[in-house]
Structures are given as C-alpha cells and as structure tokens.
Antibody
Framework: EVQLVESGGGLVQPGGSLRLSCAAS????????MSWVRQAPGKGLEWVAS????????YYVDSVKGRFTISRDNAKKSLYLQMNSLRAEDSAVYYCARVDTMLRGVIIVRYFDYWGQGTQVAVSS | SSELTQDPAVSVALGQTVRITCQGDSLRYYYASWYQQKPGQAPVLVIY???NRPSGIPDRFSGSTSGHTASLTITGAQAEDEADYYC???????????FGPGTEVTVL
C-alpha cells in the first residue's frame, strides 16, 4: 500500500525556517517525480515544488523561488522541503504528493496519484 | 496564460447529473486531472489523463476535453460526492503545475 507521511510542520515566526519531511513507503520512490502542494486555510490547492527522480531537476512556484528548496534522499525514501524566510502567506497545510507519469502519444502526462495527509505550517508572531 | 478557471459552486439533486468545467489555455496542450477533496481530508485523484479513472473510483465519474475546456461529469450523484473538486494541468512550459480554484459541489 502506498503511503506518504509528512512531518515537520509547526508554528514559526515570520522570517523563520522550517524543514518538512515526507516518508514514502509501499512503492519504489526513487522511480517517481515527487511534489509538494499546499493549501492555505479556507483556500484552494497550490502547487509548490517538484523534483525529478534523481534530484537533477527542480521546479518551484514563483512565490517561493529563492526561499524554499525541495530535495530528496532516495536511500531513505524521503522527500524534503526546506522553507526559509517564511511569511504569513506561507501558512498552509503542506501535502506531499507522488507524481505519476505516462506517455500519451508524444505527450508526457503527469498527475498527482497519491497524497499524504498533510502537515500544518503556521507563520505568525 | 497558465491560469485555470472553475465555477465556484454547483449543486445537483441526488441521483442527477452534474458537470464541472475547467478552462485554461494550457488545456489545449496538456491533459487535465481532477481531484476530490472532502473537509479535513487530503485530495484524492478521481480522473487523470483527461478521462481515466484510478482503481476504486466509481464509474459515475467521467472526464472529457474540448478545446481549452476540461469537464468532470458525475452521472447519478450520490451524497458522498459532496466535496470540493479541483482540476490541474501543467503550464505552458510543461515544467510547472497549476490548479484551478476549485468547485464546491453540493448534493441536494
């Protein structure tokens, strides 16, 4: 059974840092892209970052570029999100999600097929 | 533009059919996926690659695309289908993901 379990959330002051972790089990995590998606209180889903299987490619939403870093340790089957210079608007539930990939003709299709339960991040003084 | 738009809310009578739409330029090039989210729970994938259902998703859920509009249809809506539904696609670069703002579905 595929499981993704996030940890590391909490209350932090503006300008502070947090490191989120996501432990993967039930599948060979090193063969999948992985992503972080967040959801602010009462708001919709927002994609935050994605990382390739070997960590050689990383992509971020503009609002976190230069402040957040996505990484992975395939030996530990873990995904991370280092969050620096946190702002009030970063307050959200952060979900770890597996990205499945398929080829449809010449188009690469990607989607989030499994999600963790999320970890809460609150940025407040 | 990489934005996706959705109607904020729709309602459907029990057992009837409801269609949720998602519009965006990127849908001309990348297929949409759809996610169901119930209060206090993580999102669940219900449609991927435009019209495919993961195992365990009832066949009353179906997807389609026409031009720059993707649609999620629930045929014979059940009380347990009451939830927020989000569409997602990739942006024009193909490297980033975007979500629509979500549609709240109420089953009357």
């Amino acid at each position: 059974e595929v499981q993704l379990v996030e940890s590391g959330g909490g209350l932090v002051q503006p300008g502070g840092s947090l490191r989120l972790s996501c432990a993967a089990s039930g599948f060979t995590s090193s063969t999948y892209w992985m992503s972080w998606v967040r959801q602010a209180p009462g708001k919709g889903l927002e994609w935050v970052a994605s990382i390739k299987q070997d960590g050689s490619e990383k992509y971020y939403v503009d609002s976190v570029k230069g402040r957040f870093t996505i990484s992975r340790d395939n030996a530990k089957k873990s995904l991370y999100l280092q969050m620096n210079s946190l702002r009030a608007e970063d307050s959200a539930v952060y979900y770890c999600a597996r990205v499945d990939t398929m080829l449809r003709g010449v188009i690469i299709v990607r989607y989030f097929d499994y999600w963790g339960q999320g970890t809460q991040v609150a940025v407040s003084s | 533009s990489s934005e996706l738009t959705q109607d904020p809310a729709v309602s459907v009578a029990l057992g009837q059919t409801v269609r949720i739409t998602c519009q965006g330029d990127s849908l001309r090039y990348y297929y949409a996926s759809w996610y169901q989210q119930k209060p206090g729970q993580a999102p669940v994938l219900v449609i991927y690659d435009e019209k495919n259902r993961p195992s365990g998703i009832p066949d009353r859920f179906s997807g389609s695309t026409s031009g720059h509009t993707a649609s999620l249809t629930i045929t014979g809506a059940q009380a347990e289908d009451e939830a927020d539904y989000y569409c997602s696609s990739r942006d024009s670069s193909g490297n980033l993901f975007v979500f629509g703002p979500g549609t709240e579905v109420t089953v009357l």
